[in-house]
């Protein structure tokens, strides 16, 4: 079903008719103003068409239109200075990677002076008791290699089946 407006656009284009005209001129509140409306409209849209109707255009005027158009609206265009094309600029790209270079070195020197090289560290443990029970295992072997400047000590241990009760790291 078609709502009063589009009922009222048809009434004014002349699309009614019949049975449909006949009902939607009955609920017309004021059928006098309403013809005087509809011949207001018409001669509107009269003057309308006559005033502003467009030319027809032929295919090679309507591309030279395009690109007159089109040269307008690059000449109106405003634009970009040409010695600053980005954000990014030499001179900036030189200055963050400097403060990155001393954040970095900055960053490095904390760390550093946080674990001293020639302290020992906390992981280091020293054998105290390295002897073998030869009644658990009569064929095992220890020997204890120790390297100062790698600052490693490596226990090798051949043939001990378990670790002897008296076994004491500090």
């Known amino acids: 079903m078609k709502t009063f407006e589009q009922k009222w656009t048809a009434w004014v284009d002349g699309e009614l008719t019949g049975k449909e005209l006949a009902e939607f001129e009955a609920a017309l509140p004021d059928k006098a103003a309403a013809e005087a409306e509809k011949r207001d409209a018409q001669k509107l849209g009269a003057l309308l068409k006559q005033e502003l109707g467009a030319d ?19 000449s109106a265009a405003p634009e970009r200075p ?5 954000w990014w600029t030499v001179r900036r790209l030189a200055w963050s990677g400097a403060v990155s270079l001393a954040i970095f070195v900055v960053s490095t020197l904390f760390v550093l002076r946080e674990n001293n090289p020639g302290e020992q560290s906390q ?3 020293q054998i105290l008791n390295a002897r073998v029970d030869p009644a658990v295992s009569p064929n095992a072997t220890i020997s204890i290699f120790d390297s100062k400047d790698d600052r490693v000590t490596v226990l090798w241990v051949e043939g001990l089946q378990s670790l002897p009760a008296d076994y004491a790291a500090k």
């Open 56 to 74: 027809v255009l032929s295919n090679e005027e309507f591309f030279s239109h395009q690109l007159r158009e089109r040269i307008a609206r690059e």
């Open 123 to 125: 992981y280091l443990t």
């Open 82 to 86: 040409v010695g600053r094309s980005t």
